[in-house]
C-alpha cells in the first residue's frame, strides 16, 4: 500500500498565464487549521454578533483577514509551479513570489485548493 497520506491526497494541475502551470493540492486537516488560525488571528476586519439567550446578551468580536487566508491557503496547497524568472531560474513558492502572481492566477489557484479540500464532514463540523 501506498499509506494513508498518499491514498488520500488529491492534486491538480492548474493552468496559469503564459502558459505555465502549478500543481495544486488539498489540504490536510492541520493546514485547514492554520489558515483558519492565520485568517481569525488579524485585526484588519471586524464583525460583530449579537445572541439573545434569555436575558443574556453576548456580543463576539471576529477579526478576519482574507488576504491571510488566501495567502496561507497558496503557501500550503502549491506542490510546485513553472512560474521562473527570464533565466530560467524557478521561482521558490514563498510569500514574495505569491506577491507577483496576477489577481486572476491567484483566484484560478485558490479556487483550486478549496475545491479539492472541500467542505467539512460532518465529523468536522461537529469537533
Known amino acids: 500500500m501506498a499509506g494513508y497520506e498518499a491514498a488520500t491526497s488529491l492534486t ?4 496559469l498565464s503564459g502558459d505555465y502551470r502549478a ?3 488539498a489540504l490536510r486537516a ?3 487549521d ?3 488560525a492565520a485568517y481569525l488571528g488579524s485585526r484588519k476586519q471586524r464583525a460583530a454578533v449579537q445572541t ?6 453576548t456580543s463576539v ?6 488576504g491571510a487566508l488566501i495567502r496561507e491557503t497558496l503557501l500550503r496547497g502549491i506542490a510546485s509551479w513553472t512560474l521562473d524568472d527570464v533565466d530560467g531560474t524557478i521561482w521558490p513558492v514563498d510569500a514574495a ?15 483550486a485548493i ?5 467542505p467539512p464532514d460532518d465529523a468536522e463540523k461537529k469537533g
Do not use: Y
Request: a negative charge; glycine letters at 12%.
Open 12 to 15: 491538480d494541475t492548474v493552468h
Open 23 to 25: 500543481q495544486v493540492r
Open 30 to 32: 492541520d493546514e485547514e
Open 34 to 36: 492554520a489558515v483558519q
Open 52 to 57: 439573545n439567550q434569555g436575558a443574556t446578551s
Open 61 to 66: 468580536d471576529l477579526e478576519m483577514d482574507n
Open 97 to 111: 513570489h505569491l506577491g507577483k502572481l496576477t489577481g486572476g492566477d491567484r483566484n484560478k489557484l485558490f479556487v
Open 114 to 118: 478549496t475545491t479539492l479540500t472541500g
